[in-house]
């Protein structure tokens, strides 16, 4: 199952060894709650082996879409079972912070603006 979430980096761990063969890399983003930011989700996300490098060029505060699977597993210790499940990104890519709707658009270039001369035949 792949599932994309938009959201700021707001944790970005460094690289762990977990064994020989095995390292991951952890990070959450928050996701903004479009009707009260007292309820906004902080999701953690990890990178294993190659990927975790994915993660070094962003900053925290940045904006940050994380393409992930849903991975779970069944642990058995002692006659006891557990289980667990894992939020596996494998593709980070930055986001352009969207605009305040209250900042004007742009200037327009000469390209897009009729020259003065040009009188349009309009019916008013």
């Known amino acids: 199952m792949n599932f994309e979430l938009v959201g700021n980096l707001i944790v970005k761990d460094n690289e762990q060894a977990i064994s020989a063969s095995f390292k991951k890399r952890e990070f959450v983003i928050e996701v903004m709650n479009e009707r009260n930011s007292d309820w906004n989700d902080y999701i953690k996300f990890q990178l294993t ?6 993660l070094d060029p962003f900053n925290l505060g940045e904006p940050v879409k994380v393409s992930f699977n849903i991975r779970g597993r ?18 980070l890519e ?27 035949d309009l019916p008013f």
Do not use: H, I
């Open 94 to 120: 930055k986001v352009q912070a969207a605009a305040d709707p209250g900042t004007p658009p742009p200037p327009y270039t000469e390209a897009e603006v009729p020259p003065a001369g040009d009188k349009e």
């Open 74 to 91: 069944k642990w058995e210790k002692d006659g006891k079972v557990n289980y667990f499940s894992n939020l596996e990104a494998w593709r």
């Open 49 to 54: 082996q190659d990927r975790c490098a994915q």
